[in-house]
C-alpha cells in the first residue's frame, strides 16, 4: 500500500513538472503581437496596404521577435478614435487634424511619422462665382464630417485670409455629409462649396465638372504638410516601445514604396479586394500624391496645425500647447527621419536629418 502511495505521489510530481515546463515552454514561445489598424476602400492608405501584403510589418517585427496582427476598420462600425480609446488597436495611420481635438480630451495616442502630403481637394460648380478661399466668406461648405481634416485645414486657410473661423466671429457655415452624397450636394446647390479626400474628390470633379479652388498637395500653405500619419498608443509606446518603432519604419518603407511604385501600389490594392477602381486612374492619382515619409516634417506639419488651430478656438486656450505638440509627435529611437526605395535594385535608403521642405 505504502509503495503504491509512493508511485501515486511520484507520477503527480512528474505530471506537475511536465505542465510547468510546458506552460514555461509556451510563456517562452509566445510572441508579442502588434495590432495594426487599416481600411478597405481608401486609395492613399496605400502604404498600409503595401506594408500589410508584401510583408514588410511581419519582416520589421520578426527582426525583434515579434509579430503583426490587423484589425480591420469596417464601414460603418466604430470609428478609429472608438477603436482607440476602446483599446483594440495599438498603431495605425490616417488624417492627423482629425484626431487633434480628440487627443485634447485624452485619446491616447502620439504621431510618429509623416507618411503622405496632398489628397484633399475643394471645389464649386463650374458656373460659380468663387474664384478662391478669399470669395468664401459667407458661404455653405460641404464636408466629410465637422472633426474632419479638410474642416481643420480650410479653417487654418480662411484665417489666413481674415476670414472668420473663430465662435466670436464665425464666417462660414460647414455642413457634413456623407462622402458619397458630397459631390451631388455640390451640383444640386445645397452648398456653395465642397471639401472631399481622393479618390472621391477626383470621380466628382471628372463627373460633374467642378472647379478645384484649392489642392493641399499643390497649395503654398499645405505643400511640405502632412495629411495622413502614423500613430502609435501610449500603451505600446509604455509596453513596447521596439514594436512601436518597428511599425513605424516599415510603414515609411512601404511609403517609399508607393512613391517610386505608384502602379504596382494600385495594382496591388486592386488585385487584394483592398481598394476598389480602374487601375490607371488609381494609379495615376497615388502618382499625384507625395508618398516621401518624414518624421521631422510630420511634426513640423503637427506643430503648426496645432498652434493656430489653438488661436482659432478649436483646440483650448487652457491646453499647454508645448505640452501638447510634445507628447502628440515623438521621435523613436531606431526610426530615420525617413526611406526611398530604388526599384531597380529593391532596396531601401534611411533618410536622416531634419528636413524642412521638399
Known sequence: MKKTVLKIAALVLASSVAVTSCNKNEKADAKKVVRINFQTGTLC???VHVAMKMGLFDEELEKIGQKAEYVLQAEGGATLGEMIASGKVDAGYGLYATQLQAMENGLPISYTSGIHIGCTKYYVRSD???QSVKDLRGKKIG???LADSSVMNLKRKLMDVGIGVTADNNEVEFVAYS????AIALNNGAVDVIGAHDPVATKGELAYGFRKILDTGTDEKFV???CCQQFVTHKLLSENPEGAAAVTRALQKASAFVEAEPRAAAQLQIENDLVAGDLDFN????EELNFIPSRSLGKKTFDAAARQLQTAGILKETTDIEKFIAQGYIE???VPDGYTYDPKTKTYTEINGVRTSF
Open 332 to 334: 523613436l529611437f531606431g
Open 45 to 47: 492608405a496605400a502604404p
Open 283 to 286: 494609379a495615376a492619382l497615388l
Open 128 to 130: 460659380s462665382d468663387i
Open 143 to 145: 464636408v466629410p464630417g
Open 179 to 182: 462622402s458619397s452624397d458630397l
Open 224 to 226: 511640405n504638410e502632412y
